[in-house]
T-cell receptor, first 113, second 111 residues
Framework: ETGVTQTPRHLVMGMTNKKSLKCEQH?????MYWYKQSAKKPLELMFV???????ENNSVPSRFSPECPNSSHLFLHLHTLQPEDSALYLC????????????FGPGTRLLVL | EDQVTQSPEALRLQEGESSSLNCSYTVSGLRGLFWYRQDPGKGPEFLFTLYSAGEEKEKERLKATLTKKESFLHITAPKPEDSATYLCAVQALSGNTPLVFGKGTRLSVIA
């Protein structure tokens, strides 16, 4: 595997389900990010981890819970989501913090019914 | 507040018909301006970073330029495989601040 990988690529869940999104980067980077991409809207930064420490939580509802066990892996735990949470969830990584170029994974397309 | 506005929202070109995409920005001191390409159902792919007014970068049929208020992505003799959404993002100089993205320009190149 190379670059940034995300699983699953597609996910359909009910509002009462609990699911997790997984991201893995193979670039030796130290910072990882979760973004939400909705139609007709710019990418929205959700969470940032730098050296496994959460450095940004962009006023994200508590039904989204991130986890970063090491510099290569990032999870987004989902529970009791709403239909408006349906979107493309993108993971990215960079060598250092914000000042470095971010490289994105392919995303997970989430549909909440 | 830092802002990025991309225009047009959508652009349809014939193969070989050169054009430019615009990214206007307001930021409290620019550290860098980033261009990404995004294909449907995929994540953004990094293209260029520009740091100062007057800077230009090229990759195949793409050329990015930067002024103090905007950036242009020039596409010369585009091919159908250039069809994608092109995203622009800026990062402010002050502090450790995240990227601010525009909504993108959806480019379609027709053979």
């Amino acid at each position: 595997e190379t670059g940034v990988t995300q699983t699953p690529r597609h996910l359909v869940m009910g509002m009462t389900n609990k699911k997790s999104l997984k991201c893995e980067q193979h670039l030796g980077h130290n910072a990882m990010y979760w973004y939400k991409q909705s139609a007709k809207k710019p990418l929205e930064l959700m969470f940032v981890y730098n050296f496994k420490e959460q450095t940004e939580n962009n006023s994200v509802p508590s039904r989204f819970s991130p986890e970063c066990p090491n510099s290569s892996h990032l999870f987004l735990h989902l529970h009791t989501l709403q239909p408006e949470d349906s979107a493309l969830y993108l993971c990215a990584s960079s060598q250092g913090g914000y000042q470095e170029t971010q490289y994105f994974g392919p995303g997970t397309r989430l549909l909440v019914l | 507040e830092d802002q990025v506005t991309q225009s047009p929202e959508a652009l349809r070109l014939q193969e070989g018909e050169s054009s430019s995409l615009n990214c206007s920005y307001t930021v409290s001191g620019l550290r860098g301006l980033f261009w990404y390409r995004q294909d449907p159902g995929k994540g953004p792919e990094f293209l260029f970073t520009l740091y100062s007014a007057g800077e230009e970068k090229e990759k195949e049929r793409l050329k990015a330029t930067l002024t103090k208020k905007e950036s242009f992505l020039h596409i010369t003799a585009p091919k159908p495989e250039d069809s994608a959404t092109y995203l622009c993002a800026v990062q402010a100089l002050s502090g450790n601040t995240p990227l601010v993205f525009g909504k993108g320009t959806r480019l379609s190149v027709i053979a």
